[in-house]
Nanobody, 122 residues
Framework: QVRLVESGGGLVRPGGFLKLSCTAS????????MGWYRRSPGAAENKREL??????????HYGDSVKGRWTISRDNDKTTVYLQMSGLKPEDDGVYYC?????????????WGEGTLVTVSS
């Protein structure tokens, strides 16, 4: 099984920056796409908005709410994915989940991390 561990969440002021990281322990599994989802405050546990995805060939995809503000990237060994968040807004609040998939899908869902909380507040 693939284990995903997120880090980097926290409290940030509106307009600020934050960088999330997610490291995969693959245990020999083939991981292709990795990405981030957001669950907004008060949303049901299964209500997760796709934020950004990157495939193993570095094809990226962004949700409309973050296009132009955030960047997803992956390290050279393809086991760590980053989400550089800038221009943060209060509506960016939420728990951010890392996800991974064995296929080059733009909505990875085979494996999930526990989530990291981002709070945007002055």
């Amino acid at each position: 099984q693939v284990r995903l561990v997120e880090s980097g969440g926290g409290l940030v002021r509106p307009g600020g920056f934050l960088k999330l990281s997610c490291t995969a322990s693959t245990n020999g599994a083939n991981v292709n796409s990795m990405g981030w989802y957001r669950r907004s405050p008060g949303a049901a546990e299964n209500k997760r908005e796709l934020v950004a995805t990157i495939t193993i060939s570095d094809l990226t995809h962004y949700g409309d709410s973050v296009k132009g503000r955030w960047t997803i990237s992956r390290d050279n060994d393809k086991t760590t994915v980053y989400l550089q968040m800038s221009g943060l807004k209060p509506e960016d609040d939420g728990v951010y989940y890392c996800a991974a998939d064995k296929t080059p899908t733009l909505d990875p869902e085979d494996w999930w991390g526990e989530g990291t909380l981002v709070t945007v507040s002055s």
